[in-house]
């Protein structure tokens, strides 16, 4: 039954050859948002995706307490059949307010939110036009629906324009899914000019603000906000297992009728809510998005810091600041055995390793919290460039004129 | 006077077999070989997403959209001419 995956055993073993295995890490406990222990030793973590570091808020946790004591440990049921409570619906109110949109529905996962949205907005005889960087919850929304699928080149509105031209004299709708911030290198959906098209071509637009929300936009609206073009975004979709340090997901609109999808959305029926407590730590996250934008100040600090230490070190980062920061290794191999000297060193990273990474390149990547101190950025760019000098990466000489 | 239809479908065959010899990304070896049965997977030796990446350069240099839907279907490059030219007006 398992003989098709035995092309796997052999790259995974080759992975795990060099010591630690990348895909398999298991924390003894995670103790804050920058620091586990791990194999018995303190690790500081630099590729959680806890961008606010709310995980540890003691507001989001009393809150979530109180709800895990007054409401129990689960709903055992479906949001259509037992599994509604006043907090789930108060939620969905509460983002749609932050969001400036008509009504919002929660999923148990954000990876559910895009799997239960894209097959019920574009059906049979209608049209997704994917990113093709996007992310798998987005593909495999995709392949979920009925629609016909094509994928444009990454952040090219060009090739969107020129696609959607092709698809003009078709009947059926046109819907655009970009992200706010891509995953993997950090990069930003140019959202004007994707607009532009949109608005010319009569296209719909969903933007995935997974890596965004909380994180960019004066209210940390995402990147529509900072875009400044939130009316042209027909659909939001978002994550609560990030910047707001829980789990779920949710899509936003002000479209007429978009309640009916509650109706229509398997992955919204068939599945359990989530419990009270998530619910509860992810309202107060969410409140503190808007109540302390001095978070967002404390993570483009870190941000900014670790993205220019590195590159003026001579590391290969992606093509913009943002909190996530990745170093692109040409060699998946040396990529594995710097992922285990940084772990030896005491700083947890995320390996990515093609074919999951843009252009078949291997990255080391890492992701900012706005809990991380001035010290531990330093601390990681410190090892970072450490290791890429003991592996080649980065030619001594011109990092000791960096630092100079 | 319009080249025949076959005498296009030929040209187009010559067309992308060139484009795909041309690619960089493809084996030596495979490349030599090229025909219309060519099995894209196995022959150019792809996996899933380097097809995906193959596709979309196809797209781009012959100005056309080929659906992920449509993918399954293609097999050989004859296959793949067959998804790019422009639909033949019924008989």
Redesign the interface.
């Known amino acids: 039954m398992l003989l098709k995956y035995q092309h796997l055993r052999d790259a995974y073993e080759h992975v795990r050859a060099d010591g630690g295995d990348p895909f398999n890490v298991t924390f003894d406990s995670v103790v804050s948002p920058t620091e586990a222990r791990l194999g018995g030793r303190k690790v500081m973590l630099l590729g959680t995706n806890n961008y606010l570091g709310l995980t540890f808020d003691p507001s989001c946790k009393a809150q979530a307490a109180a709800a895990l004591q007054a409401e129990g440990t689960g709903t055992t049921g479906s949001r259509v059949a037992n599994g509604t409570y006043s907090g789930h619906v108060e939620l969905e109110r509460q983002l749609a307010r932050f969001l400036g949109r008509r009504e919002a529905m929660v999923f148990t996962t954000g990876y559910q939110a895009n799997v239960g949205i894209l097959p019920v907005l574009a059906g049979r005889g209608d049209h997704l036009l994917l990113d093709a960087d996007s992310h798998a919850s987005i593909y495999d929304g995709a392949r979920f629906s009925e629609a016909s699928v094509t994928r444009f080149r990454h952040n090219d509105p060009n090739d969107l324009k020129r696609r959607l031209k092709h698809l003009a004299e078709l009947p059926g709708q046109k819907l655009v899914v970009v992200e706010g911030v891509y995953s993997m290198l950090g990069d930003t959906a140019p959202l004007a000019e994707i607009v532009a098209i949109k608005r010319e071509m009569g296209a719909y637009l969903l933007v995935d603000e997974a890596h965004s929300l909380g994180v960019l936009g004066k209210n940390g609206r995402g990147l529509a906000e900072q875009a400044g073009i939130e009316a042209d975004v027909d659909f939001v979709i978002g994550t609560f297992s990030k910047s707001l340090g829980g789990i779920g997901g949710f899509c936003a609109s002000d479209m007429a009728d978009f309640e009916l999808l509650r109706l229509v959305s398997r992955p919204y029926m068939f599945t359990a809510s989530l419990p009270p407590a998530t619910i509860a730590g992810v309202s107060r996250a969410l409140e503190l998005v808007a109540a302390k934008p001095e978070l967002r100040a404390d993570l483009w600090r870190n941000a900014s810091s670790l993205y220019h230490g590195l590159a003026a070190a001579g590391l290969p980062v992606g093509p913009t600041v943002s909190p996530i920061v990745s170093v692109q290794v040409q060699d998946p191999q040396i990529a594995v055995l710097m992922w285990n000297r940084l772990l030896e060193l005491g700083l947890y990273v995320n390996l990515a390793l093609p074919p999951a990474t843009p252009s078949g390149r291997a990255l080391l990547r890492t992701s900012v919290s706005a809990a991380h101190s001035i010290g531990e950025i330093d601390f990681a760019l410190d090892t970072i460039i450490a290791t890429g000098v003991e592996f080649g990466l980065v030619n001594e000489a011109r990092h000791l004129t960096a630092a100079q | 006077m319009e080249p025949s239809l076959d005498v296009q479908h030929e040209d187009l065959m010559a067309r992308v077999i060139a484009f795909i010899r041309s690619m960089g990304t493809i084996p030596a070896d495979a490349a030599d070989r090229l025909s219309p049965d060519t099995n894209i997977i196995r022959d150019l030796r792809l996996?899933?997403?380097?097809v995906?990446e193959f596709i979309?350069e196809l797209e781009?240099e012959f100005?056309?959209?080929?659906?992920?839907?449509d993918i399954a279907g293609i097999a050989t490059i004859r296959d793949l001419v067959k998804v790019i030219e422009p639909k033949r007006a019924p008989v």
């Open positions: 996996d899933s997403v380097a995906m979309m781009i100005d056309t959209i080929i659906p992920l839907n």
